[in-house]
């Protein structure tokens, strides 16, 4: 059974740092692209990231491009999301997902990922 399990969320003033990891368990994750959406209550989930499976290829939402960075330790069976210069707009809850498709082609699209962590809240204040 594959698991995904994301942290470090929390709660942060605007223009600080936040790391999120996500550690999957259950399968590798070397074959896999990663992804990072985000949901606010209300609205669909959004795409924030994504990497391919050898870490060489990222793509971001323009919302959050030059602020969040996406990597990956495939030894560790983890993947990351450093997101700095924060903003009260990036509060939302935080969920990694696992494209299982072995594609090479980034996803967009939450519904085309296979697999999701349970979230992490992420609280950005003014």
């Known amino acids: 059974q594959v698991q995904l399990v994301e942290s470090g969320g929390g709660l942060v003033q605007a223009g600080g740092s936040l790391r999120l990891s996500c550690v999957v368990s259950g399968r590798t994750i070397r074959n896999y692209a990663m992804g990072w959406f985000r949901q606010v209550p209300g609205k669909e989930r959004e795409f924030v990231a994504a990497?391919?499976?050898?870490?060489?290829?990222?793509t971001y939402a323009d919302s959050v491009k030059g602020r969040f960075t996406a990597t990956r330790d495939n030894a560790k069976n983890t993947v990351y999301l450093q997101m700095n210069s924060l903003k009260p707009e990036d509060t939302a809850v935080y969920y990694c997902?696992?494209?299982?498709?072995?594609?090479?082609?980034?996803?967009?699209?939450?519904?085309?990922?296979?697999?999701w962590g349970q979230g992490t809240q992420v609280t950005v204040s003014a």
């Open positions: 990497i391919t499976w050898d870490g060489v290829r990222t």
């Open positions: 997902a696992a494209d299982m498709s072995q594609s090479y082609t980034i996803r967009h699209l939450w519904a085309l990922y296979d697999y």
